[in-house]
């Protein structure tokens, strides 16, 4: 997600001291006890949608910014929307795939125009209508509401909207978008209802309404979301479960705990390395589960700054990261080594800068490069992390990589952390010429790791930009032959790495840890990290 730089965690979450002390008291519905009971196996298509499971309790340290979908641009919301609403299309589970929501066919009448028309008989959980102009509204409203924590920079390739009748909307594009039906599946595509929602400010957390699987039921920020059965609902998606709660915590060791007790069936975002590793070893408590994953993290090089200013400092830092290392020692394999700013399981995926710089740590190379430039060695730098966003465990992450460039005798490597609040501000307004940031995607395409990142600086602000690979990017989104597509987002890959403005360290997978008999939390892990409740079961 782009703004994840204000929002996303990637380990630890810190919600509000008193309020996720309160969500972790033991005043809280403790998770209920296993039976037999799952979800009907034909589609709710009828408007009856009550569900025949097990009430499910999960657990995160994930925060809600806005449920209005004007409003979000974070996992935390995310995952409490995509159970709300529908859009007009959405990720199929186990795959990066798109299919159909409330939409029955969308196509492209010519490359920037994309024509939706939607299924018959929707309507919203309170019964208003959902239709073409429903759709409408709810996309330019994002656009007008332009909310700083808000999606609309997801929409920047759209010009207007039109409608056709009832049951058919019209999007018309500035330029050609391949992935433009992507960006629909995204909170940026919710679709709100014209009668409850105002159209230019954000309505209240618990005021929203959807056509989604569920209905928000109550909520309490920063403590509780009570979801359930959405009885309106006509789409296909089928019920494991009767209802969902979310409870919200203060951190990873209190979510730890309350799985181990059995206080919720589902821990998920975020468990640190360390508590993974214990509760693997707790098979007679709880089991835990992994899945496919393409969050990143990675260190970015302010271009502009000394002595990140110098392609060959870059190349030799690049030279000297041992993402093995990191993997193994500071996060108990729990990540993978990433070498590209596209994870692996995206099309189009490579591995430029193992190809370049190796797989492993390379003291001559790396020394080569600075001496072939002028660059007296030892290289003075600074690195900054920050603890309040991605967790203690950065520390560990940046101390390792502290010790790995200083035991070449290269570099001398100064650490520097600041609260988010801090750091949020200073990185894109030139004050550190290396930092730490993390990536999750807004949807499931190489695009979403391109774009961002090296277009005009980034969104980091970094003073990166060649000429070259804007014109890729641009020829890529536009790009209707895959294979041409996938050899021009290798060439993006490569160009990228040989300039260094970022440095790929690794890629997580998707862990929960749940009760014994929970079912179906494996089959939602996919790369579009969308969190299926209603797949949720209790055996």
């Given at each position: 997600m782009?703004?994840?730089?204000?929002?996303?965690?990637?380990?630890v979450?810190?919600?509000a001291?008193?309020?996720?002390?309160?969500?972790?008291?033991?005043?809280?519905?403790?998770?209920?006890?296993?039976?037999?009971g799952?979800g009907?196996t034909?589609?709710?298509?009828?408007?009856?949608?009550?569900?025949?499971?097990?009430?499910i309790v999960?657990?995160t340290?994930?925060?809600?910014?806005?449920?209005?979908?004007?409003?979000a641009?974070d996992?935390g919301?995310?995952?409490l929307?995509?159970?709300?609403?529908?859009?007009l299309?959405k990720?199929k589970?186990?795959t990066?795939d798109?299919?159909?929501?409330?939409?029955?066919?969308?196509?492209?009448?010519?490359?920037?125009?994309?024509t939706?028309?939607?299924?018959?008989?929707?309507v919203?959980?309170?019964?208003?209508?959902l239709?073409a102009?429903?759709?409408?509204?709810?996309?330019?409203?994002?656009?007008?509401?332009n909310?700083?924590n808000?999606?609309?920079s997801?929409l920047?390739?759209?010009d207007?909207?039109?409608?056709?009748?009832?049951?058919t909307?019209?999007f018309?594009?500035?330029?050609p978008?391949?992935?433009f039906p992507?960006?629909?599946?995204?909170?940026?595509?919710?679709i709100v209802?014209?009668?409850?929602?105002?159209?230019?400010?954000?309505?209240?957390?618990d005021q929203v309404i959807?056509?989604?699987?569920?209905?928000?039921?109550s909520?309490?920020?920063?403590q509780?979301?009570?979801l359930?059965?959405?009885?309106?609902?006509?789409g296909?998606?089928?019920?494991a479960n009767s209802?969902?709660?979310?409870?919200?915590e203060?951190?990873?060791s209190?979510?730890?705990?309350?799985?181990?007790?059995?206080n919720?069936?589902v821990?998920w975002?975020?468990?640190?390395p360390?508590d993974?590793a214990?509760?693997q070893?707790?098979t007679d408590?709880?089991k835990?589960v992994?899945?496919n994953g393409?969050?990143?993290?990675?260190?970015v090089?302010?271009?502009?700054?000394a002595p990140?200013n110098n392609?060959?400092?870059?190349?030799?830092?690049?030279?000297?990261?041992?993402?093995?290392?990191?993997a193994?020692?500071?996060?108990n394999?729990?990540?993978q080594?990433?070498?590209?700013?596209?994870?692996q399981g995206?099309?189009?995926?490579n591995?430029?800068?193992k190809?370049?710089y190796?797989?492993?740590?390379?003291?001559?190379?790396?020394?080569s490069v600075l001496?072939?430039?002028?660059?007296?060695?030892?290289?003075d730098?600074?690195?900054?992390w920050?603890?309040?966003h991605y967790?203690?465990?950065?520390g560990?992450?940046?101390?390792e990589?502290?010790r790995?460039?200083?035991?070449?005798?290269l570099?001398?490597?100064?650490?520097?952390?600041a609260?988010?609040d801090?750091?949020?501000?200073a990185y894109?307004?030139?004050q550190?010429?290396?930092f730490?940031l993390?990536?999750?995607p807004?949807?499931?395409?190489a695009?979403?790791?391109?774009?961002?990142?090296?277009?005009?600086?980034g969104?980091?602000?970094n003073?990166?930009?060649n000429?070259q690979?804007?014109?890729?990017?641009?020829?890529e989104e536009?790009?209707?032959?895959?294979t041409k597509?996938?050899a021009?987002?290798?060439?993006?890959?490569?160009l990228a790495?040989?300039?260094?403005?970022t440095?790929?360290?690794?890629?997580?997978?998707?862990v929960?840890?749940?009760?014994?008999?929970?079912?179906?939390?494996?089959?939602?892990?996919?790369?579009s990290?969308?969190?299926?409740?209603?797949?949720?079961?209790?055996s």
């Amino acid at each position: 997600m782009r703004r994840r730089g204000h929002l996303l965690p990637t380990v630890v979450m810190v919600a509000a001291l008193s309020l996720a002390a309160a969500a972790c008291s033991s005043s809280k519905p403790k998770a209920e006890s296993p039976s037999t009971g799952g979800g009907s196996t034909a589609g709710a298509t009828t408007g009856s949608n009550t569900g025949t499971g097990k009430q499910i309790v999960m657990g995160t340290t994930d925060k809600v910014i806005s449920l209005d979908p004007a409003g979000a641009y974070d996992m935390g919301s995310w995952t409490l929307q995509w159970n709300i609403y529908q859009a007009l299309l959405k990720i199929k589970p186990g795959t990066s795939d798109i299919e159909n929501d409330a939409a029955s066919k969308c196509d492209w009448p010519d490359n920037t125009t994309y024509t939706c028309t939607l299924n018959p008989g929707l309507v919203f959980s309170n019964g208003d209508p959902l239709d073409a102009n429903a759709v409408k509204y709810s996309i330019d409203r994002v656009i007008k509401i332009n909310d700083p924590n808000g999606p609309s920079s997801l929409l920047a390739s759209l010009d207007n909207v039109s409608v056709s009748g009832t049951d058919t909307v019209v999007f018309k594009l500035k330029s050609p978008n391949s992935v433009f039906p992507y960006i629909l599946t995204t909170g940026a595509g919710n679709i709100v209802d014209p009668k409850v929602f105002p159209a230019d400010k954000l309505l209240a957390d618990d005021q929203v309404i959807g056509s989604g699987v569920y209905t928000l039921s109550s909520f309490t920020k920063d403590q509780q979301a009570v979801l359930k059965p959405n009885k309106n609902y006509k789409g296909d998606d089928v019920l494991a479960n009767s209802g969902f709660i979310v409870h919200y915590e203060q951190t990873a060791s209190t979510l730890k705990l309350d799985v181990e007790q059995g206080n919720v069936d589902v821990a998920w975002r975020s468990l640190s390395p360390t508590d993974v590793a214990s509760l693997q070893k707790e098979t007679d408590k709880v089991k835990v589960v992994t899945g496919n994953g393409i969050e990143i993290r990675y260190l970015v090089f302010n271009t502009s700054l000394a002595p990140a200013n110098n392609v060959a400092v870059r190349q030799a830092v690049a030279y000297s990261i041992d993402r093995d290392s990191i993997a193994k020692n500071v996060y108990n394999g729990t990540v993978q080594p990433l070498y590209s700013m596209v994870p692996q399981g995206l099309a189009g995926a490579n591995t430029a800068y193992k190809d370049l710089y190796g797989a492993t740590p390379d003291p001559d190379k790396a020394k080569s490069v600075l001496a072939a430039a002028g660059v007296k060695t030892p290289v003075d730098i600074t690195l900054w992390w920050t603890p309040s966003h991605y967790g203690a465990v950065s520390g560990d992450e940046y101390t390792e990589i502290k010790r790995e460039l200083e035991s070449t005798g290269l570099f001398k490597v100064t650490l520097q952390d600041a609260e988010w609040d801090t750091y949020s501000k200073a990185y894109p307004a030139d004050q550190y010429a290396a930092f730490q940031l993390g990536w999750f995607p807004d949807y499931p395409d190489a695009d979403d790791y391109l774009a961002p990142f090296y277009l005009q600086g980034g969104f980091y602000k970094n003073h990166y930009d060649n000429p070259q690979i804007d014109q890729l990017i641009t020829q890529e989104e536009g790009e209707t032959d895959a294979t041409k597509r996938t050899a021009e987002i290798d060439q993006i890959q490569t160009l990228a790495a040989k300039d260094v403005p970022t440095i790929p360290i690794w890629q997580g997978n998707q862990v929960a840890a749940t009760g014994l008999t929970v079912t179906g939390v494996d089959k939602t892990f996919d790369p579009s990290y969308t969190f299926r409740m209603w797949l949720i079961g209790k055996s």
